[in-house]
């Protein structure tokens, strides 16, 4: 699962998530590990578009945290991938920011769910820190050692998390090619409002308009 900010305009015009040039580098991304879109599940942190793309309020926060868990409660993710600062900070219940936490997964416990937490960049930030782009693609190739490992004993609170070691990253594919050319829109547009279709999902999933 992954979990980004708040939809862009073209994310809150058709509705889905990573429709622009940062959902084509995620796309790359996953493909450079084997992954494609519709196996992963992507929900955001605002589930509607601030105005002119800002960063979200506390009190949106707030109002859509609940949604959130309920949609991790549903989906049941063994790795939850937060992507940049705020959903970083939200799942973690930590203040410490991206550059600090990134490639480090930590055990959680969320919606009464043990899991793991994997905070990366998000990918709008190669778009414009092209350096960002070598940071992104190795956390990536952590992610499949980190997906085949049995599930981290988290025993403290939601809140507080235990570190599990870092996987060492895995021989970078000589296949992959991330080549996006333009910038796109403002920083934090790239992330969409609400998930891409679940793996599975009962069928609450569809009354809270999860796909």
């Not at 991330?178 to 547009?189: H, I, K, L, N, V």
Request: net charge positive.
């Amino acid at each position: 699962m992954f979990v980004g900010e708040a939809p862009g305009y073209h994310e809150d015009q058709q509705g889905r998530p990573f429709v622009g040039q940062a959902g084509r580098l995620l796309e790359e991304l996953l493909a450079s590990i084997g992954l494609k879109r519709e196996q992963v599940f992507i929900a955001n942190v605002l589930k509607s578009r601030p105005p002119n793309n800002r960063d979200p309020l506390p009190e949106e926060i707030a109002a859509c945290k609940p949604y959130l868990w309920r949609q991790i409660e549903i989906i049941r993710p063994k790795v939850i991938c937060t992507l940049g600062n705020h959903a970083t900070k939200l799942l973690t219940g930590s203040p410490e920011g991206i550059t600090r936490v990134h490639g480090r997964p930590q055990a959680f416990v969320i919606a009464g769910r043990e899991m793991s937490l994997y905070p990366i960049f998000h990918p709008a930030a190669a778009l414009y820190t092209r350096a960002m782009l070598a940071t992104l693609q190795e956390d990536f190739r952590r992610l499949p050692e980190l997906l085949a490992r049995p599930l981290p004993s988290a025993a403290a609170p939601a809140a507080t998390c235990v570190d599990v070691p870092t996987p060492p990253a895995a021989p970078a594919p000589q296949a992959a090619r991330f080549a996006p050319t333009e910038s796109g829109a403002a920083p934090g547009s790239a992330a969409g409002r609400g998930p891409g279709r679940p793996v599975a999902a009962p069928a609450e999933a569809e009354q809270l308009g999860l796909f």
